[in-house]
């Protein structure tokens, strides 16, 4: 299994608009970060999790020319803004909970219904429930909950490989559905606390309960710090990614 880190940044991506302070400044590339997503690969099955609104940016970067299904964490726009961009990929089947598709129907209305103009990206709309595992052609998919503050998400399992971003808090249970794990993906927002993501330090305590063999922290600030300083500073088996990255399960 591979993973491909499309975009490793939080919703304003980094540089931030406007800013000059050192990450936002830096020649470094691995401080350039879109949006938070990632594409997983085993055999001839793709799966993309999440498509945010620098997908198009992405999918030309990495030479993406199909997906067999998007799976969506949440409905944040920074996560779902750039579904009109899959048009290229073919029919698109979507995996979310009932909330995350009736708000991608509310925000794209012209991509459903029967009077669909010619053109628009064609999706198929899946319901998914945490703790009941789906199938995607060869690949089992269990949906694992975790809260954005007070905004019930999804993280994903397929096989020893979890990918989970925008969390705050984990139950006991979410935490036990992830046992075993060859890699976890998790977000490390910034160093401070923040009252709907994961701190640093946060990331890491969590890390260390999870107990995976490898660990990757995505959805980074640009106040966070620099990738090559912050890097230093993270245990032997917890990595900072990047976008870019791709890592051999």
Known sequence: MKIRFLGTGTSTGIPYIGCHCTVCQSDDSRDKRLRTSALIEEGDTRLLIDCGPDFRQQALREDITHIDALLCTHE?????????DIRPLGDCHIYAEERVLASIKRCMPYCFGTNRYPGVPTMELHPVLPGKVFQVKNLNILPIRAMHAQLPILGYRIKNVAYLTDVKTLSENSIQQLADLDVLVINALRQTPHPSHLSLSEACELAVRINAKQTYFTHF??????HRVVSETLPENIHMAYDGLAIEV
Do not use: A, M, N
């Open 76 to 84: 944040h726009y920074d996560h779902i803004g750039g579904l009109d």
């Open 221 to 226: 600030t640009h106040s966070l710090g620099l």
